[in-house]
C-alpha cells in the first residue's frame, strides 16, 4: 500500500478524497493537512462530515496537522482553496512531494500536466522539464476545472471529425461551490447566470487538454469555445449543453459510436477508478439527468444525450458528470493511479 496525504482534507473536496480513497486497492490515507484552526484536533472534531458514505473510524479519530511539508508521505492529494494553494503546493512540490492537485493555480503553466488519463495521458511527459522550469524536487500535477472534466471529455472523441468551434451553457450544482455554499434563498426556484472565473476556465483548459505533446510543450488544440456558466438548483452533477461545429459531415451514428466507442490509458490499464466505458451516449429524450445519471460507474462516467443537428453549428447535445468526483476528488484519484502505473511515484 502507498501511503497518501491530503491537503484540504476538511474541505468538500477533501472529504470526497476520503470516500474515494477509502478502500482503495494502492492507496491508504496516512495523513490529513489543513488549516490553522484544524491543526491538532481529531478530524471528527475539526470537520463536519458532509457525505452520505459513512466517515471511516480510522479517519475520523487521526489528528489533522498543519498544511506544511515535513510529516506527510511524498504522494499528496490537494483539495485546498485556490487563495491559498499556489503557495502551499509549491511548497510541498519544493519539498520533493508529488502533489496530484484539484485546485486552479498550475493548470494552465507550460511544464504543469493538466491531466484527464483517458483523453491526453502522454502530457505527462512534462514532469521531464518541470523540475527544470521550477527547481522544484517533487512535481505538481493537475486536474481541470469541474465543468471543463465533462465537457472536454465529450469533445475528445469529435477530435476525429475536425473540431472547429464550440458553444456551451453550463448548469452546474450547487456543491461546486463547497459548503456552505449558495446561500438558499439565493438558489431555491432560481438560476444564478454567473460564476466567477468560471467561464474563463471552460474556454481555455479544453484547448490545453485536447492539445498536442511537442517535445516540453503543448501546442493548444485550434477550437473556439465559447462559455456561459449558471448555478441551477441540483445538489450533485454539472449538466451541460453544448453546439459544436465540425470540418467533416459525420452522421449521427459515428458521433454516437465515437463516443460509445471510446476509451484510454486507464481502460486499457484496469486502473481501479477507472469507469470500463468512459463516455456513454443515453438514446431517451429526457437523458443525461442529475437524479438518474450522475452516480454512473461510481460518478466517473460522463453522460451523453440528446444529439442533434443545430441550425448554427454542425451539432448539440447535452452532457452529464459528477462535479465532485469525476471532476475532483476522483479525477485525481485516476491521474494518481496512471502516475503509479507509469512508475512516476
Known amino acids: ?19 474515494c480513497l477509502t478502500n482503495h486497492p494502492w492507496f491508504t490515507v496516512d495523513w490529513l493537512g489543513a488549516s490553522e484552526r484544524s491543526q491538532g484536533k481529531a478530524f471528527r472534531d475539526a470537520a463536519a462530515w458532509r457525505l452520505a458514505s459513512p466517515l471511516p473510524d480510522r479517519i475520523a479519530k487521526k489528528v489533522v496537522e498543519q498544511a506544511a511539508p515535513g510529516n506527510a ?3 499528496v492529494f490537494s483539495g485546498l482553496d485556490s487563495s491559498v494553494a499556489g503557495e502551499i ?77 464550440g458553444l456551451v451553457t453550463t448548469l452546474q450544482a450547487i456543491s461546486g461551490a463547497g459548503y456552505p455554499g449558495v446561500p438558499s434563498w439565493d438558489i431555491l426556484g432560481n438560476i444564478i447566470p454567473f460564476i466567477g472565473g468560471e467561464e474563463d476556465k471552460v ?3 479544453p484547448r490545453k487538454i485536447l492539445g498536442t505533446l511537442k517535445g ?15 448555478r441551477v438548483p441540483v445538489q450533485n452533477g454539472h449538466s451541460m449543453s453544448v453546439s459544436v461545429g465540425l470540418e467533416q459531415r ?12 471510446f476509451r484510454g490509458r486507464p481502460q486499457e490499464l484496469e486502473l481501479p477508478t477507472a469507469p470500463p466505458q468512459p463516455i456513454v451516449y443515453r438514446a431517451e429524450q429526457n437523458r443525461p439527468q442529475p437524479i438518474l445519471d450522475v452516480n454512473s ?3 466517473m462516467t ?39 502505473k507509469h512508475g512516476i511515484l
Open 1 to 19: 500500500m502507498i501511503p497518501v496525504g491530503i491537503l484540504g482534507a476538511t474541505g468538500m473536496v477533501g472529504q470526497q478524497f476520503i470516500a
Open 73 to 75: 508521505p511524498k504522494l
Open 89 to 165: 503546493e509549491a511548497a510541498f512540490a519544493a519539498a520533493g512531494h508529488i502533489v496530484v492537485s484539484n485546485s486552479r493555480n498550475y493548470r494552465m503553466e507550460q511544464t504543469v500536466p493538466l491531466l484527464i488519463p483517458e483523453v491526453n495521458a502522454d502530457h505527462l511527459e512534462l514532469l521531464r522539464c518541470q523540475s527544470v522550469a521550477t527547481g522544484w524536487k517533487g512535481a505538481v500535477v493537475t486536474n481541470p476545472n469541474c465543468s471543463t472534466v465533462v465537457l472536454a471529455m465529450a469533445l475528445a472523441p469529435l477530435r476525429q471529425f475536425g473540431l472547429k468551434t
Open 203 to 205: 474556454e481555455s483548459e
Open 216 to 230: 516540453d510543450r503543448i501546442d493548444y488544440h485550434p477550437v473556439k469555445l465559447s462559455a456561459t456558466t449558471t
Open 250 to 261: 459525420p452522421t449521427p451514428e459515428a458521433i454516437i459510436d465515437a463516443w460509445n466507442s
Open 297 to 299: 460507474d461510481n460518478g
Open 302 to 340: 460522463v453522460t451523453v444525450g440528446r444529439l442533434r443537428t443545430c441550425a448554427l453549428f454542425d451539432y448539440k447535445f447535452v452532457a452529464l458528470g459528477h462535479n465532485t468526483i469525476r471532476g475532483a476528488a476522483g479525477a485525481a484519484v485516476l491521474n494518481a493511479e496512471l502516475m503509479h
